[in-house]
């Protein structure tokens, strides 16, 4: 890992022993840290504090609920892009489908003529946007780098148009009284409705939490392994015998049902989709959390989805200059952290904690830069530093 | 109620269209392909998608307009001006708008770019910054001159010049083409012939060897940005000749993923295949228009993407830019 | 003459710098022309204005709020209502030194999810006792039920889906007519007055547009013999141009907004397709005429509204404060304020007093006399039909 200037380096050096500690601790202690973290997550909407609220411009625990969706969002693209280092563009057609199954499955508008609870929806919605990962997979996933960004990319334009052109879709009319869970506070009033989100938000937490903990098991895996070694170099990988193809599309199942299971939240608490908010632009966002929170960091993935839904919710105040506010704030973040907010070394053995405390002792400050995988993505950039005397050669410019 | 189905297979309409729709696809085409040259040109030498490339056009678009008030046309009537003056005025704003936007391209890389390269910053990195540069240009345009498309100055109407297998071909596609067509073969010999072209290549193949033998990446990458710029400017010209009310903050979007479709298309990090993404992408959406109806085209030009792709994997010229002939 | 194009092209490099510096801070729709036909009424002399008798009591903080697009897609029409109801606001506030009214400003981004958010804080704003919007039907249709729950009176002044009054809610009121309304009218026309045997029909994919067309198709019968589909943000039309030309239609009827309608006309006409082109209230607006650059002579517009020179002194403040034309449904947005101040200005202090006066609310406003059904509907929804001549939007006839 190379240091350079410009980033302060005491700051450097106490987030990385700050990571190194917790990446010493055990899995269980680990989580029983979270606990607290989780209960302030789960309080801060009723909380409400003074700074952070975006009330009264907009509701908080809405505005809280989206950030969370946003975050399953961002941890379903993770799989792809931060673990198998697949960079897709059209994860927003995941969501869409996702959204419009529930759509279809329960809204009175639908041709289809069922009305699915919200709970029966779920698998389906996950199942059918597993399948569509595969099928787009299954052709594209032998294409490298860019091309796969792009190919992704026309794949969310086609099912966002599929859903404007093809009429049962319904296009800008869109599906109204889309299914919600049931229950009941004690005074009442339903748990899950649209305007009081406390519900939906802390049921967004606790899958969230469900995920994570599937994901992290996942990740200690085989398959978990085999994404590594495919995002590390694919070439080594298939020669090393990791059936690399099989494992992208793994990956892209994963990530879609995922995708898809944040779409049925999305649409049950708005109770309403139409082909608004599936375009390229709310793709790129979803690719802004990943990149921004740090890619294959799962908790900086959710910070990254946090900030991209957050920003121009907070600036609700100031709607003329929200969006430009937003703009200037992914270039600033980008330049100060370009690895993520918290980013990069991910362990790239699948026993690396095992292997800190064998080596180190619990609570170790330091591990060999050996043992975690370089941030440098394939095909980085810039494989030496810029050189800025190169050019004053006599011959300038030329060969 | 008279059902109206919701896709279409009209034949007749697809052969009576057929010249038709090819020429308007070339003059169209040509636009797609100079903006995708600017893709395709900081893909090669940065592997860098700049989403904010678009928004880079957008400025050309916007440059070409307001040079047109400058020069004192007001939206609405024709100008009764001779045709030398007309060919002068629009020369004028092309070249305004080929600074705006080549000096925007450069600035950009400057405030967003460099710094990310001076940080050793991942690939993606550059992707989001990308994009947040693209929401803010487009901000501070709606900001300064608001949501509503500029009112329309046209300079020139097009008016048929000649038929071809029954199809009119007018006085701008002609211009259009053949000035796309001439700013092409420039951009292709600087890039092959000229010694800064040769810098491109160099930096494009193998940045760290390009450095050690005497090439500045730094100004490579500089020129590269500009070289992009100015054909997106020229491009911004030609855009609002053909679609008088283009000048809209958010009217490059669109368009600049059709573009970028073509870069990829034709082979990005292509020159050669950026021009015939460009007019590929530009006839054949206008087939599946007639063909399947109006709003499926878009879904066209994805389709084809994705087909071309999966069977020319790396685009239908394929090469990159430092592969290309010296 | 080329002289004095060089030597306008000498002044250029510091014109350029000008404007580019941010001198030229002018809106999008600069010289439009304003003149009105002379001797007509400023305003229909029994309108409810906002400034009202000037005798207005009620709570400080009181607030109305506008939910709506801003900064967010087609931002250009939000900008219209939210400017015309700050307008309305600022005048009535001027004239009622004891009622000053706040419009709370929440951005929808103009797309049903985020809408929500916004809408809810306005719901969860004791002060907000009356909303104006939303402009979409499918933002509408995402938080009616939220804001009927919270019996908040909500006026439209522009959604104009007919679906959206079938929901039940007691809350909901259109401050214009619905597609149901303007399409058969049109329809009608086109048929009887235009004698049109075959009849294209070009839609955006608009909620608006898809209805309208509906409603004109159906109108039509077997005369819609042709169909076509545009996208929001389209600009080029050479397809839709050739199947038109191919169709040679008697009469063309677009079912959108003036963004895409404008170049639409303007590449017909260039393509010498000489149709008589309809559009409905979403293309009249002076930004229609300005962008179609002379192609728009001629068309004609329908829209259920009564005539624009009935109400010039609307149409110079707007200007004043604003430094743009009031665009289309900036009218609609200045009634229904206006009637939402009339009843802040009667002493109503809580929700479920302004929501019984709005429903049993019977006056005359700039645009129509408003007065509503049991489900949110107007009583008497005039269409009338425009038309454009010598770039200016005259009056042609009422149609319905």
């Given amino acids: 890992m190379t240091e350079h200037s410009g980033a302060g380096p005491s700051m450097r050096e106490r987030m990385t022993t700050v990571s190194h500690w917790w990446n010493a601790q055990s899995r269980a202690a680990q989580w029983g840290y979270m606990v607290p973290v989780v209960v302030f997550l789960l309080a801060l909407p009723v909380l409400n504090p003074p700074i952070i609220t975006t009330e009264p411009y907009t509701d908080f625990p809405i505005s809280l609920f989206n950030a969370a969706v946003f975050a399953l969002i961002a941890i379903g693209l993770n799989v792809v892009i931060g673990q198998a280092g697949l960079l897709d563009l059209g994860y927003v057609g995941f969501f869409a489908i996702g959204a419009y199954t529930a759509a279809l499955l329960s809204s009175p508008d639908s041709e289809l003529g069922v009305r699915y609870p919200w709970l029966v929806i ?86 969230i ?54 779409g049925t939240l999305f649409a049950a608490q708005v109770g309403y989709v139409n082909n608004q908010r599936f375009d390229i632009t709310t793709s790129t966002l979803y690719l802004a959390a990943v990149v921004l929170g740090g890619q294959g960091n799962k908790v900086g993935v959710i910070v990254g989805a946090f900030l991209v839904s957050y920003i121009p919710d907070r600036f609700q105040f100031e709607p003329t200059y929200r969006f430009l506010i937003f703009g200037v704030a992914l270039i600033i973040l980008m330049i100060f952290r370009p690895q993520g907010l918290l980013g990069m070394r991910q362990h790239l053995l699948a026993y690396g904690r095992e292997a800190y405390q064998k080596l180190f002792g619990a609570g170790a400050a330091v591990a060999p830069s050996g043992l975690t995988a370089s941030s440098r993505a394939r095909g980085d950039l810039a494989e030496a530093e810029p050189d800025d005397h190169a050019g004053t050669s006599p011959r300038g410019g030329g060969e | 109620m008279h059902a109206e189905p919701w896709i279409n297979f009209d ?83 092309g070249l305004v708008a080929m600074a705006v936007s080549g000096l925007a391209a450069v600035g950009l890389e400057r405030v967003a770019y ?213 | 003459m080329i002289r004095r194009r060089l030597a ?90 004891n009622c000053q009214v706040t419009l709370v400003r929440a951005d929808t981004g103009g797309t049903p999810d985020t809408a929500v958010g916004p809408t809810t804080a306005l719901i969860n704003n004791p002060a907000v006792l009356g909303i104006v919007g939303l402009p979409f039907s499918g933002e509408s249709r995402a938080v009616g039920p939220a804001l009927n729950a919270a019996g908040l009176v909500n006026i439209t002044p522009s959604a104009t889906n007919p679906g959206l009054t079938q929901n039940g809610w007691t809350n909901f009121f259109r401050g214009l007519g619905n597609d149901a309304v303007q399409g058969p009218a049109v329809g009608r026309y086109i048929q009887q007055r235009l004698n049109a045997q075959k009849v294209c029909v070009i839609k955006d994919d608009s909620d608006y547009g898809i209805g309208l067309a509906q409603q004109v198709t159906q109108t039509l019968g077997p005369a819609a013999s042709c169909q076509a589909d545009v996208k929001t943000n389209q600009r080029e039309f050479s397809a839709i141009v050739g199947q038109v030309q191919q169709q040679a239609p008697q009469a063309i009827f677009y079912a959108g907004y003036y963004q895409e309608a404008a170049p639409l006309i303007q590449q017909l006409r260039d393509a010498g397709v000489q149709t008589t082109f309809i559009g409905p209230d979403g293309v009249k607006d002076e930004q229609y005429v300005v962008n179609a650059a002379g192609s728009a002579d001629g068309s004609l517009l329908s829209c259920p509204c009564v005539p624009q020179e009935g109400f010039t002194d609307f149409s110079n403040a707007y200007r004043q404060a604003f430094g743009v034309a009031p665009q289309t449904y900036s009218a609609e947005s200045y009634d229904v304020t206006t009637i939402l101040l009339r009843g802040l200005d009667s002493g109503i202090a809580d929700r479920a007093g302004l929501l019984n006066f709005v429903r049993t609310y019977n006056g005359q406003g700039l645009t129509k006399r408003f007065q509503w059904s049991p489900t949110g509907e107007l009583t008497a929804t005039p269409v009338w039909m425009y038309r454009v001549q010598g770039n200016q939007i005259v009056t042609d006839t009422q149609i319905g």
């Fill in chain 2, 114 to 326: 460099r710094p990310l390269r001076r940080r050793n910053a991942p690939r993606l990195a550059f992707l989001i910054t990308a994009i947040g540069a693209s929401f803010a240009i487009q901000q501070v345009i709606r900001i300064w001159r608001g949501s509503n498309p500029e009112g329309t100055i046209r300079l020139v109407p097009p008016s048929p010049v000649f038929t071809i297998f029954g199809a009119t071909v007018t006085n701008l596609q002609i211009v259009i083409i053949l000035a796309s067509l001439a700013m092409f073969v420039v951009a292709d010999q600087f890039v092959n012939r000229s010694r800064l072209g040769r810098g491109i290549r160099a930096v494009a193949q193998d940045p760290a060897t390009a450095t050690l033998m005497g090439v500045n990446r730094e100004r490579v990458i500089m020129i590269t940005f500009l070289v992009g710029g100015l054909l997106a400017g020229a491009a911004g010209l030609f855009y609002l000749m053909t679609i008088p009310q283009g000048a809209v903050y958010n009217g490059g979007f669109l368009l600049g993923i059709k573009a970028f479709t073509a870069a990829v298309l034709g082979g990005i990090g292509n020159l050669r295949g950026a021009l015939l993404g460009g007019l590929i992408l530009g006839i054949v959406e206008n087939y599946g228009q007639s063909l399947f109806g109006g709003d499926w085209r878009d879904v066209v030009a994805f389709v084809l993407l994705v087909l071309v792709l999966m069977f020319r994997p790396t685009g239908i010229l394929g090469e990159s830019l430092a592969r290309s002939r010296a």
């Fill in chain 3, 8 to 97: 306008a092209a000498g002044a250029l490099v510091a014109a350029v710098a000008l404007v580019l510096s941010g001198c030229a801070n002018q809106g999008g729709g600069q010289a439009q022309g304003g003149g009105q036909a002379a001797g007509a009424p400023s305003q229909p002399s029994d309108a409810a204005l906002p400034a009202g008798n000037g005798q207005g009591r009620c709570a400080p903080g009181t607030s109305i709020g506008y939910a709506g697009t801003i900064a967010g897609q087609n931002a250009a029409l939000g900008i219209a209502i939210v400017n015309a109801a700050q307008l309305a606001v600022d005048q009535h506030n001027q004239a009622n030194p």
């Fill in chain 1, 209 to 262: 939490v469900i995920v994570l903990l599937f994901m992290g098991n996942l990740e200690r895996s085989r398959v978990g392994r085999a994404w590594i070694a495919v995002r590390e170099d694919e070439d080594a990988a298939e020669l090393s015998g990791v059936p690399t193809y099989r494992f992208k599309i793994w990956a892209f199942a994963i990530g879609a049902a995922v995708g898809g299971l944040s």
């Fill in chain 1, 122 to 207: 779920v698998p389906i919605a996950m199942v059918v946007t597993m399948i569509s990962g595969v099928i787009l997979g299954t052709p594209t996933l032998r294409l490298r780098g860019d091309y796969l960004a792009i190919v992704t990319l026309g794949f969310g334009e086609i099912v966002r148009l599929l859903a404007d052109n093809v009429d049962p879709l319904r296009g800008n009319r869109g599906f109204q009284n889309i299914a919600r869970p049931g229950g009941d506070f004690p005074d009442g009033t339903p748990i899950f409705s649209q305007t009081d989100a406390l519900g939906f938000y802390w049921l967004a937490v606790i899958i």
């Fill in chain 2, 11 to 93: 034949v007749g309409l697809f052969f009576d269209r057929f010249w038709a729709n090819t020429i308007n696809g070339l003059a169209y085409g040509s636009i797609y392909a100079l903006v995708a040259l600017g893709y395709t040109l900081v893909y090669g030498v940065l592997q860098l998608i700049n989403f904010a490339h678009s928004e880079i056009f957008v400025l050309g678009v916007f440059g070409t307009y307001l040079t047109f008030l400058a020069l004192g046309f007001e939206p609405g009537a024709l100008p009764n001006l001779p045709l030398p003056a007309i060919i002068l005025d629009l020369v004028l704003a």
